[in-house]
């Protein structure tokens, strides 16, 4: 079992910026492919962006490409999340979990709110 904390959310105005991290511990070493996954109130959950264990392959969902960057730091066990330009539609918690996901992976997510 893989265990995932989340943080960097906040409250941001339209047009604004944030990092997210998730930081993950346990059996890390079956981790192939982490992503980045929010939801938002009354919305389907959506995959945003996965980054593949090398790091080398990332792929992103319409709707952030081109605004969002996912990366890693290995060493550090943990992935970020590059939020740029965001919207009020990008509002949701943002959590992180394997690709394919595992419902006991779920960590408590990070709420990120685009408002003015």
């Known amino acids: 079992q893989v265990q995932f904390v989340e943080s960097g959310g906040g409250l941001v105005q339209p047009g604004g910026s944030l990092r997210l991290s998730c930081a993950a511990s346990?059996?890390?070493?079956?981790?192939?492919?982490t992503g980045w996954y929010r939801q938002a109130p009354g919305k389907q959950r959506e995959l945003v962006a996965q980054?593949?264990?090398?790091?080398?392959?990332?792929i992103y969902a319409d709707s952030v490409k081109g605004r969002f960057t996912i990366s890693r730091d290995s060493a550090k066990n943990t992935v970020f999340l590059q939020l740029n330009v965001l919207t009020p539609e990008d509002t949701a918690v943002y959590y992180c979990n394997t690709v394919p996901l595992r419902e006991d992976n779920w960590g408590p997510g990070t709420q990120v709110t685009v408002s003015s």
């Open positions: 980054i593949w264990r090398g790091g080398g392959i990332t």
């Open positions: 346990g059996s890390i070493f079956s981790i192939g492919i």
